[in-house]
């Protein structure tokens, strides 16, 4: 699996839209962009995810670079109950298996 | 509520004993996965069973084993514990493999080793 890069952590005022950035440089064509967000010491939450186009679903936005190499997850009105770790993962689509998850982004909600 | 349900919540065990942790899969889930997550690793993937047979194994040691019953619930057993082995287990479930949509967790057993 490709390896991704995430700001340790990131504020957001209540209300505003939450921008969580990811770099993936190393992505491959056939490897997704997926999110999953922890919040604290929950079972880690599926969120969305996408192949090379643009995806929204009623949690979030995903934006993807034309050249894959970096995306960004868009929560639109943060609330306080966002604030959770949200992780950016690369995975194969077809494989059989893991989601390899990095250290990701604490996301704090601020009212 | 997920539909993935792990039990026990929490557990506290002796170094040295063995204890088995338990994971019901969402109805129609034939994958099930178990993640283990301590504050210095973080989520760590062990392994992964797709209607009754290990499909992946990630870092999981050789005390650990796990198995999928035919009704696809899954149990992962933790023998000759350590205090290191003290963490989060999670198990996650998956209508197939290869699907390339998200997986869904359960809540997952807090196991504490003194």
């Known amino acids: 699996d490709a390896k991704t890069t995430q700001p340790p952590s990131m504020d957001c005022a209540e209300g505003r839209a939450a921008n969580l950035p990811c770099n993936h440089s190393t992505i491959s064509g056939n490897e997704y962009v997926y999110w999953y967000r922890q919040i604290h010491s929950q079972g880690p939450q599926y969120i969305i995810h996408g192949l090379k186009n643009n995806e929204t679903n009623e949690m979030a936005s995903l934006i993807i670079t034309e050249d894959r190499k970096s995306s960004t997850l868009i929560l639109p009105h943060a609330t306080l109950r966002d604030t959770a770790v949200y992780y950016c993962?690369?995975?194969?689509?077809?494989?059989?298996?893991?989601?390899?998850f990095g250290k990701g982004t604490l996301l704090t909600v601020n009212p | 509520d997920s539909g993935v349900t792990q039990t026990p919540k929490h557990l506290i065990t002796a170094t040295g004993q063995r204890v088995t942790l338990r994971c019901s899969p969402r109805?129609?889930?034939?994958?099930v996965y178990w993640y283990q997550q301590s504050l210095d690793q973080g989520l760590q993937f062990l392994i992964q069973?797709?209607?009754?047979?290990?499909?992946a194994k990630g870092n999981i040691l050789e005390r650990f084993s796990a198995q999928q019953f035919p009704d696809l619930h899954s149990e992962l057993n933790l023998s000759s514990l350590e205090l290191g082995d003290s963490a989060l287990y999670f198990c996650?479930?998956?209508?197939?493999?290869?699907?390339?949509?998200?997986?869904?967790f359960g809540s997952g057993t807090r196991l504490t080793v003194v």
């Open positions: 993962i690369v995975r194969e689509g077809g494989s059989n298996y893991k989601l390899t």
């Open positions: 069973y797709y209607n009754g047979e290990e499909r």
């Open positions: 109805s129609g889930d034939l994958s």
């Open positions: 996650a479930s998956s209508v197939a493999y290869g699907e390339t949509y998200g997986y869904t």
